[in-house]
């Protein structure tokens, strides 16, 4: 039987995130990826004469070259792999468009703190003081994290925590929750609550320290995507693995992890092959792990109830469009654009359970970051929305391809009616991903794109405070990378987390 | 900046402190009930791309001498999965496997396929010798050459050749008494096929039959009295996919592309100089032969290599993999180079699109 020091279960960000770190440190490394393409959720496919990406498409907190701390750019830079990809800027933070009559809100929003706070000025005059005392609070935030995650002593991270207190006093409380102790005009509240989509939560639930990490991270470091798709990082991630002897092996999927006496032992694939490892480290839900690889009797009961205290987060829909017309001609100006039927982001988020009802989309043009993302003339544009319910596993499969279509036909309804901008004549090419597709490829349950719902209780603070607590109560040897983890799913938060978990593993291994 | 109270200096550290006991709690008093094992999106998505099902032969028509209609149903209690009006099948027989368009509709629920002695590979003489309640596997439903509304509008034009008229018959009777749709079939072959052009009849009004001896008067057929189609599919052998294609090149004919089904994707004209090629897989290591007229992916088939392939015609990329050493021709099929920018900057090939011209290693 094959030994390896660590076994990764799929190849997606966190995977190889997770076990680059481990084969730069010498470990003998083996990423499992049951697709016969690596990268998950991040990577491209192509239709005609056009590549789309295939979910994930911008890095944010990508970095500053005067700032780089925090950004995964910094991660990169210690793979030695930031300059072998080609960057391109995304070049506005967001459009956000609320059609809501009486209520509309069409406005474009800059990258910079400053000229963040200005912009929303010029578009909510009265509300720059309130939007630079948030990003303030968001940065004592992160300053504080970072101070308690670091191996200092006690009384300097008590220090740290009371310093300023923005931190201390936010933590357990909900974006709305913040924002109204704020004062500044309701437009200007909206306007910051603009990337709620991109978290699958709503203001009124979702924590302000969580929100506010991601909002820094965009606004502050920027974003920026690979020129040649996701799917450049990803054969880069795979060129360095195997540079540093680690191994991938495609169409190799895993239908058990052997635990005994605790201590989990080794993976078994679909074709019987055993491969024993040290660690096991999962880039995949907990739901699967536990439900499924690994036998009843050895799952820990503290993992079965935490799995069903948990819900799922967003199951992904994605319309990809290659038009036969440059985004020029068709006026399509930004890469972003938050489309929303009102700001009420509790009851949109519910509305988003039933596609009669779901009008809540993020959509993308390609070509606005990267103006060589297709062939002159034509440009690509894909629109994405998520389903809080399990709407799509009552659909049955005689009835499939037309609810798709007519669901995807909607998308585009409301995207042309939302920005006046008529796509659908233009269309050569069309694909759509359901749940279904996403189930396909990736195995996630449900299809769900975003992990685990951040609920009061499980949100992105919680799970980073009691990690340490949970994993000595879980299976020895037996880890997370994804963002199913602590740091929730995100392009970034993926990367980051398997970095972190391979941390986890080298400290473990040190020990 | 002054420091921010939330609800009261105490009431918020309170809270602070309580937000891992609350945690705690929630997960104490959650369920222990085993996870579940299923999910219906993923049983459905299992259930509509399978990888392989069990059929057994429902029913063989002869059309003509050499051609026979051969339907399948499941062969256990399962459904078949459903298709889209233009898809096909991969049948394997041996270390052989061949693509038939489906020429049946969705609602049938049944795969029936044309099978043609013209073909002379393993598989189509396996399948005209067979009887009915004859039990074997095949693919999901499989291929991006079908029909979709959103895509392809109400305006249709497709044009086939003998090879070809497989899916064009399927797309047809999906479209058939479509009141907004109109489509127009021009099928090019000679006169001793009376067969296949029966079954373009009995299909309602919106649609158009006409049949030429071959492409010449294509253009002007699919032209008068039309407006300009949303879409044009065409299907058949490489070489009149590519002759018919010509003849739009320089119109505004149609929106959007040409959808095209290539029948014969592997046909290359070249010496059968011999390579010697390396396979790297997982831990292990094959070597072989392989030759200059073949695809690589025939090669690795011929060897009983574990690849994943669908469509080859390079537009799926299930057969990608990584070239370590050597040098392959890419033959593009349809004039459209499917492979990721990506994955071309990192020495990938689809190996059913590539010849060897030199000793050959891949890793996949």
Known sequence: MVKYDTVVIGAGNGGLACANVLAKNGQKVLVLEQSHRPGGFAGSFRRGRFEFEVSLHELCGFGRYDKPFGSVRSFFDYLGISDKIAWADVPEAFRMINFNPGKELDVTMPFGIDEFCRKAEEYAPGSEKGMRKLFALGEECRLTVEKIGKPVPMVAKLYALMKKGGFIHTAAYSVDEVLSKIDMPEKAKDIFKAYWIYLDIDTETVSFFHYMSMLNSYIELKSAIPVCRSQELINCLVECLESNSGELWLNSKVIGIDVADGICKKVILEDGTEIEADNIVCNCSPHLVYGNLIDKKSVPELEVKKANARKFNGRGFVVFLGLNKSAKELGLDSYSYFIYPDMDTKKQHSLMSRPETNDVQAAICLNAANPEASPEGTCILSMTTLFNSDYWSEVTAEEYFSKKEEFASHMIDVFEKATNIRVRDYIEELEIASPETFARFTGTPQGTIYGYHSQDWDGALQRAMSLAEETEKGIKNLYFASGWGEKLLGYSSALTAGRDCAFRVLRKEKK | ?364
Do not use: W
């Open chain 2, 1 to 364: 900046m002054g420091r921010l109270i939330i609800r009261s200096f105490s009431e918020d550290i309170k809270n602070f402190r309580n937000m891992i006991p609350y945690r705690k709690k929630k997960i104490e008093e959650a369920s222990a009930t085993a996870l579940p094992r299923n999910y219906g999106v993923n049983e459905l998505s299992a259930k509509l791309h399978p990888d392989k099902q069990r059929v057994r032969i429902s029913s063989v028509e002869a059309l003509d001498g050499r051609t026979k209609i051969i339907t399948f149903s499941s062969a256990d209690k399962t459904s078949l999965a459903p298709f889209r009006a233009g898809q096909g099948i991969n049948i394997k027989v041996g270390t052989e496997t061949e693509f038939f368009p489906v020429v049946s509709v969705p609602d049938d629920k049944d795969y029936s396929i044309i099978v043609s002695a013209a073909c002379e590979d393993a598989v189509s003489e396996l399948l005209l010798n067979a009887d009915e309640k004859t039990e074997l596997e095949i693919s999901g439903p499989t291929g991006l050459f079908y029909y979709s509304q959103l895509r392809d509008g109400n305006s249709v034009v497709l044009i086939c050749d003998f090879s070809g008229v497989a899916s064009a018959i399927s797309i047809c009777r999906y479209l058939s008494g479509r009141a907004d749709t109109s489509v127009r079939v021009i099928f090019v072959g000679e006169e001793e096929n009376p067969g296949v052009c029966g079954l373009f009849e009995n299909l309602s009004e919106n649609i158009c039959f006409f049949r030429e001896k071959d492409t010449d008067g294509i253009y002007e057929r699919a032209s008068e009295n039309m407006n300009t189609p949303s879409a044009l599919f065409v299907s058949g052998k490489d070489a009149f996919c590519g002759k018919t294609a010509a003849l739009f090149d320089d119109s505004d004919f149609i929106r959007g592309r040409i959808r095209m089904y290539i029948s014969d994707p592997e046909t290359k004209n070249a010496s059968a100089e011999k390579y010697s090629c390396q396979v790297l897989y997982r831990n292990e290591s094959f070597s072989f032969e392989c030759f200059a007229n073949e695809t690589l992916l025939a090669a690795f088939e011929r060897n009983n290599i574990p690849t994943q392939a669908k469509c080859k015609v390079g537009e799926c990329g299930y057969c990608r993999c990584k070239l370590v050493e050597g040098d392959v021709e890419s033959v593009l099929c349809n004039g459209i180079d499917s492979m990721r920018s990506a994955d071309k900057k990192y020495g990938f090939i689809h190996p059913c699109r590539s010849f060897p011209k030199t000793d050959i290693k891949v890793k996949l």
